[in-house]
């Protein structure tokens, strides 16, 4: 039977099925958060933490509704006010979590690999929440849904990731799930911001934007950091957004309806324009909706619960 | 006081200097090699160790490493490292200068030369810095610090990144007739890097390092040592480009020596994999190209010598997430047994060369003491065996350090016997 085993750390390590199962897990949770009383008991008793070594908005929200969705008790901690400002090291403060018995651990973290240290020094079971610009499997997961929601299949499908691929934990995740369910995947972007060996990945690799259009069935436009023009990546946000920009006129010339995702939080007139993301092709609050009920799937199935009970553990109030 | 004579008996005699390959016993007398080759008779009080089965060298000796001596005594300190390459056995260790405060002056010289006389174990010279505290802009005194016993200059651990400063110290050290040891990377191109640059640093989401950074860098060095005549060496290549720019160099008769690690020549990218702290290390480990290339070159001499760049680091650094883990590994007591696992077993060296790469070349190239088994020369051998099996136990090391990718690994290949000066400094237990 396929299960997640201890950890959610990478996209990469997962097998087409193994995608599939959170994905399936994923549809009865949905409707929880459909309900006046969002709330159901399958994690009561489980205590998970929270883990943020960097800033993060929606998806620590994302995952403290799922958490709190699920009856689970849990804690907060991020950078500011906790240990790590006076220099524990990492190691401590995994030895730190065990100690207090806790069942699962959220993640995220500056440093590429962040989520596989800890995972493999504590048995608890660890969520990578987004490790430098390694992956974001949660969030590789909800694009995913989101799409299959809409196709029903991602076989055969084109998908385009936009923007700064180098630097993007979401490019990676989603290049991994993608093509594992057996879509076609592109990265469109400058080539100061792609790995120089992105192609070996298996994704086709396009340097103009209005190519990129042409081709895809979906594109997943990634956040430009304002930092990357600072670092000397590209010259300017304006230059970007007339090179890049996914814009209206660029759409309008498409040969075909072409599904608009974003990961948040957007730069709206720099590598997305309003009218895209608030257009009729835009699924991005989609996107922030199945969040929560990717995140409560894996919290069930790394929990141990059979995957086939999902549409039972709904009920039971 | 002398040493009491030491009669090697009944070795594999192999001396790629003086072209020596025959089985026959090594009289050492007076801090000297007194006879070598056919039956020597046993001397009045003599130790005799016998050496049948095993090989019987000129004293390793390894132009790179660091021994952390002052500064970070926490790490290593000049006499467990020179311990350490004892039972590694090397008989010389060249200690780099990127100390704390760095080695740039003669009274710093002369405390590495002292504490490595003190520690009774592999000879230890140290290398003075280019400029001073490394900071790339001084020259530091080049003459004081030979005058102190330096043997070469070096900012390793950091590129001498302005190339007037690179080509003044190598004009300056033709006075002195010492090789410049440059640590090659273009800080720009490298910064932030964590991993070789290529598949498995896109895929695992860490700032890669590209080949160029090196490679620029090699080249620089190579176009200043034509136009100053002076004498570039360079530290750790490892890269199949950098391979390419050196055997244009050497074509041309430019003045160029080049280095190459165990680890480069042993292990690819691929041993990141799982965001693996001990295959963290600067430059890079490459791709499977690359190794190979460098083991050509390696076997047609184009790579000089074979050195360790031993880098120790306090487990608590390396326990961390990779990219805020320190770059370097333990090398001196790895070494020998990685060479013979990777190059010499499966054949793409012999143990001629081998000698040759990691005793004489290192000896002559930095016109250090030893390397060869010459009547007459310094007493400093080495005898291994080149066969028996054993497996990396960290805890086992003499070095404080601990951080190594090759633990738990099979290696072929040990030091029994280290002796310098004709002093019996290490011996297998």
Redo the contacts between chains.
Sequence with gaps: MTSLGKDLLALERLSAEQISLVLDTAGPFKEISERAIKKVPTLRGATIVNLFFEPSTRTRISFEFAEKRMSADTVNVATAGSSVTKGETLVDTARNLEAMRIDMVVIRHTSSGAAQFLAERIESNVINAGDGTHEHPTQGLLDILTLRDRWGTLTGKRVCICGDVLHSRVARSNIWGLTKLGAEVAVCGPRSLLPSAIADLGVTVFDRIEAAIEWADALNVLRLQLERMLGGFIPSLREYNRVFGVTRERLERAPRDIIIMHPGPMNRGVEIDSDVADGPHSVILDQVTNGVAIRMAVLYLLAGNPPGLADAAKGAV | MSPRDVLLTGGRLLDPSSGLDAVGDLLLSGGKIEAVGGRVGRPDGAEVVDCAGLVVAPGLVDVHCHLREPGREDVETIATGARAAAAGGFTAVCAMPNTDPVTDNQAAVGFVLEQGRAARAARVHPIGAISIGQAGERLAEFGEMVGAGAVAVSDDGKPVVSSQLMRTALEYARTFDIPVADHCEDPTLAAGGAMN???V????????I?SEAEEIMAIRDILLARRTGGHVHLCHMSTKGSVELIRWGKERGIRVTAEACPHHLSLTEEAVE??DTHAKMNPPLRTAADVEALRDAVRDGTIDLLATDHAPHHN?EK??????APNGIVGLETALAVNLTWLVKPGIIGLGTLVERMSCAPARIFRLPGGTLRRGAVADVTVFDAGSEWNVDPASFLTKGRNTPYRGMTLTGRARYTVVGGTLVFRAG
């Design positions: 640059e290529g598949v640093s896109a895929r695992m989401g860490l700032r890669g590209p799982g965001y608590d326990q961390r997430a990779f990219a805020d």
